[in-house]
Nanobody, 123 residues
Framework: QVQLVESGGGLVQAGDSLRLSCAGSGRTFSSYAMGWFRQAPGKEREFVAAINWSGGRTPYAYSVKGRFTISRDNAKNTVYLQMNSLKPEDTAVYYC????????????????WGQGTQVTVSS
């Protein structure tokens, strides 16, 4: 069982940066692949980035590639999403998720989810 808590969201202007954190519980956290997803009002939840247990593989959605960076610190049971050059279209609730095994870009592959943190980017 893994419990996830996101933090770091907020209201920023276009071009600003934010860093989201996802704190996980459990001694097996380091064995889980982690993902960040987001959901804008009226839209389906979509993949943003993922990272495997060692941090060696990090796929990104095309819309955020080059602007967002996912990383993890297994000693702190925490995964991060550094978001730079934010755009209004990045506005959404951001969720972290965990799954055993390798990372995935598919929402249904993840077993554990956090409650989400709101990111709002004004133009």
């Amino acid at each position: 069982q893994v419990q996830l808590v996101e933090s770091g969201g907020g209201l920023v202007q276009a071009g600003d940066s934010l860093r989201l954190s996802c704190a996980g519980s459990g001694r097996t956290f380091s064995s889980y692949a982690m993902g960040w997803f987001r959901q804008a009002p009226g839209k389906e939840r979509e993949f943003v980035a993922a990272i495997n247990w060692s941090g060696g593989r990090t796929p990104y959605a095309y819309s955020v590639k080059g602007r967002f960076t996912i990383s993890r610190d297994n000693a702190k049971n925490t995964v991060y999403l550094q978001m730079n050059s934010l755009k209004p279209e990045d506005t959404a609730v951001y969720y972290c998720a965990a799954r055993p095994g390798g990372g995935s870009t598919m929402t249904h592959d993840y077993d554990y989810w956090g409650q989400g943190t709101q990111v709002t980017v004004s133009s």
